[in-house]
């Protein structure tokens, strides 16, 4: 499929949105990132309407992959029975060459409806002595539209002391996965890709390339990472690589989750923070200019103006409650009053005056006090201009599926861009 045939979302549909929760690395109960687990999930069973699809966990989700972290995991779950869960593992998940733990708990979630019930995939795969059945951690779904496809890159790696990081797919999985972007690009599905770091982090060169080049040819639209540990966005010109801050050994900011979502041709993300009071807004149309996808035409951006010369704004509310009014204006331009379309969405027709450069969705809660940043939210894009330059297709980057793309600080977002984590810039923990 390519980037000009991009399917549109329907006037009423709601937008496929996932709430990324960053690694764990769970340790002992008690530990501040067990609480702040507990408090996130706390916060995201609050919200109503259900404006999501699902909860994501990528993988780290125990420090040493040992039965008494998962059980940390377990316990907070079970105080949420109805959120829907969705996760992989990581290398920390394997620490000590045994997934025996988090197989048990895959089980246990994956194979649960809240789950998906899925079950794991055995693969007779290479090892360094001789081929040995592995259990692997792949499946796939669809949410609102979107082909969520979920990929394990820890249970086929060699898992030998010294090495290093061995991330790897084995070859069954890597048709698989060839297979389901295929399946989706010729179907005209949107397709989501889950897995616990980007392709450029796997470890053989030729499965590196494969993967980036499954992604890149596909046209998938987001592929939502952990692995970093902090907050970052890289886009390609077709491809939104986001990764979430971890909850544990986190030194980016305040802990959170990532709000994903793909509306229409439009794909969007941005940070909640934990310590921030409802609502939090994302708005999920137009798309601001530095993801969106080329050439950046006024269908591909969500710019597409009817006979009044007006593009149609969307914006998420997550809250624990109704939020008195949600508004939109361009610039700094009157405010135009947004009305509920669905659970999902707020929704207006704006004008889009010539030489027009911001847009801003604000949603506010009756309890704000009418000054401070406690109970309103602000969110803020640069639309790509309605009949503007067209870039060309983009170019596959000489290094794809990697963060060389990266797009560096966007505070609006969460996004600090200086990489405080133990792959890059941050402490080795």
């Not at 969405?345 to 809660?365: H, I, Y």
């Amino acid at each position: 499929m390519s980037a000009r045939s991009r399917k549109r979302a329907g006037p009423n549909e709601g937008p496929f949105v996932v709430l990324h929760v960053g690694d764990l690395h769970l340790t002992e109960q008690g530990e501040a990132n067990a609480r702040d687990l507990a408090a996130i999930l706390d916060q995201i069973s609050a919200i109503t309407p259900r404006a999501f699809d699902f909860v994501y966990l990528p993988g780290d989700l125990a420090e040493d992959g040992t039965a008494p972290q998962y059980a940390i995991l377990s316990a907070a779950l079970d105080r949420h029975p109805d959120l829907p869960i969705r996760l992989i593992p990581g290398d920390h998940d394997r620490q000590h060459g045994s997934i025996e733990a988090f197989h048990a708990l895959f089980a246990t979630v994956a194979g649960s409806p809240r789950g998906g019930k899925h079950d794991p995939v055995g693969h007779s795969l290479p090892q360094p002595e001789q081929p040995r059945e592995v259990s692997q951690y792949y499946y796939a779904d669809t949410f609102s539209g979107v082909r969520c496809l979920f990929v394990d890159i820890v249970s086929a790696g060699f898992s030998r002391k010294g090495i290093g990081l061995d991330f790897r797919l084995g070859r069954p999985q890597t048709l698989w996965l060839s297979d389901q972007i295929a399946q989706a690009a010729a179907s005209g599905t949107p397709c989501a890709i889950f897995m616990h770091a980007y392709p450029d982090d796997l470890r053989e060169p030729d499965e590196r390339l494969d993967i980036a080049g499954l992604v890149w040819n596909g046209n998938v639209r987001l592929v939502e990472m952990g692995h970093t540990h902090y907050n970052e966005l890289a886009h390609d010109g077709r491809t939104l690589y986001a990764a979430a801050r971890s909850v544990g050994q986190n030194e980016d900011g305040s802990v959170g989750y990532a709000v994903a979502a793909i509306d229409g041709p439009v794909t969007s993300w941005r940070f909640r923070a934990l310590d921030r009071t409802s609502p939090f807004v994302l708005i999920t149309s137009p798309a601001d200019r530095r993801v969106a996808t080329r050439p950046a035409t006024d269908e591909n951006s969500g710019m597409v103006r009817d006979g009044q010369g007006r593009i149609r704004v969307r914006a998420v509310v997550l809250s624990d409650r109704e939020p008195q009014y949600c508004h939109c204006r361009v610039d700094f331009g009157p405010w135009i009053t947004m009305v509920r379309q669905s659970e999902r969405t707020f929704e207006a027709w704006v004008p889009w005056p010539a030489g027009a450069r911001s847009l801003q969705v604000e949603a506010v809660d009756a309890r704000w006090p009418g000054h401070g940043p406690d109970y309103v939210d602000t969110d803020e894009i640069e639309p790509v201009r309605p009949n503007g330059p067209v870039a060309d297709e983009p170019s596959l980057p000489d290094k794809p599926g990697s963060d060389a793309f990266r797009l560096g600080r966007w505070l609006r977002k969460g996004v600090r861009g200086d990489q405080l984590g133990p792959n890059r810039a941050g402490r080795k923990w």
